[in-house]
């Protein structure tokens, strides 16, 4: 079994910095793509950002410059620095990977757990 285990998030005022952090445990032979989504209350769950393993990344146009996706291969980990937050960045973050668990397999989505960031005005 794979898991994703994320951590990093918590209270924070406007204009602060978190930084989340997501590992991939268990039968691993090829990580893909890792990703944050992020659902805030009311709202349908969206892509914050995500990354290759060759280090191409995307994000969302509500958090280009402010947040940075980056990734330890060797750990299989990824990580969400998000700085200048604002309550609009309120909400659950999750992580999200593109796992092969044996050579022949396809790719399979996990997800993490989630992670409530919670911005204060």
């Known amino acids: 079994q794979v898991q994703l285990v994320e951590s990093g998030g918590g209270l924070v005022q406007a204009g602060g910095s978190l930084r989340l952090s997501c590992t991939a445990s268990?039968?691993?032979?090829?990580?893909?793509?890792m990703g944050w989504y992020r659902r805030a209350p009311g709202k349908e769950r969206e892509l914050v950002a995500d990354i290759f393993s060759s280090g191409r990344t995307t994000y969302a146009d509500s958090v280009k410059g402010r947040f940075t996706i980056s990734r330890d291969n060797a750990n299989n980990t990824a990580y969400l620095q998000m700085n200048s937050l604002q309550p609009e960045d309120t909400a659950v973050y999750y992580c999200n990977a593109d796992i092969k668990d044996t050579f022949y397999s396809t790719y399979n989505v996990h997800w993490g757990q989630g992670t409530l960031v919670t911005v204060s005005s």
């Open positions: 268990g039968k691993i032979f090829t990580l893909g793509v």
